[in-house]
């Protein structure tokens, strides 16, 4: 009975001691979604999927990261964009496609849109753009993706090889959404630890 005690104690205290990692890391997450970041000339924008609509229009999330894209590129931050993203199950095309004819519709010249349309997450965008960015001989990018994502889209790009600067889109959604978009975020940092610890 008393080590049955004994364990129940050390597997709250476990729960417990878990639980308080989590909020921590998501508060970790929150605050680096606030961070200003310094941004240099580069020979790229990469742009990060996110949903496109069943009716083909971008999702807010993917609207803000092209709107910030856009601006960085008239700023004259670099010449050419790759957008990044394949075909989910319920979107009517390419992430990618979708973001090229909204950034053409803007005014930036096709020839300067690189199209990345194979990747399904953050991991395959930034590997798929790097060898895109190798055919043409591109070292820099500035790599545009959500607030709440730009400390992992960072790290994710430095592992594939890219010497990369960040531009954060804001992401001005209801509280809910927002919380939980840096929850999932979380995890995603929690599972990025883990693979970085297991490759070793």
């Known amino acids: 009975m008393r080590n049955k005690r004994r364990l129940l104690r050390v597997f709250v205290a476990l729960v417990c001691l878990g639980a308080v990692m989590f909020v921590a890391l998501v508060g970790a997450v929150c605050y680096c979604s606030g961070l200003e970041r310094p941004v240099s000339p580069s020979d790229c924008i990469i742009v990060l999927g996110a ?10 999330s993917l609207r803000y990261r092209c709107e910030a894209a856009l601006e960085a ?3 004259g931050l670099a010449p050419a964009i790759i957008v990044c993203g394949a075909q989910g199950g319920d ?3 390419p992430e990618a496609v979708a973001m ?5 519709a803007q005014g930036v010249p ?6 990345e349309d194979a990747s399904f997450n953050t991991e395959q965008n930034l590997e798929n753009a790097k060898a895109l960015m190798d055919e043409r001989g591109w070292k820099s990018a500035v790599v545009v993706t959500s607030d ?9 790009a430095r592992d594939a090889g890219i010497d990369a600067c960040g531009i954060a889109a804001e992401s001005p959604h209801p509280l809910p959404m927002r919380i ?3 929850v999932r975020e979380a995890c995603g940092w929690g599972m990025y630890a883990l693979r970085k610890i297991f490759r070793r």
């Open 51 to 60: 949903r496109v609509r069943p009716d083909g229009t971008l999702s807010d």
């Open 73 to 75: 590129w008239r700023e």
């Open 91 to 93: 979107e009517p095309m």
């Open 100 to 104: 090229r004819g909204w950034l053409a």
């Open 110 to 115: 096709e020839a300067n849109i690189v199209l």
């Open 148 to 156: 709440y994502h730009l400390q992992r889209a960072l790290w994710l």
């Open 180 to 182: 939980k978009d840096r």
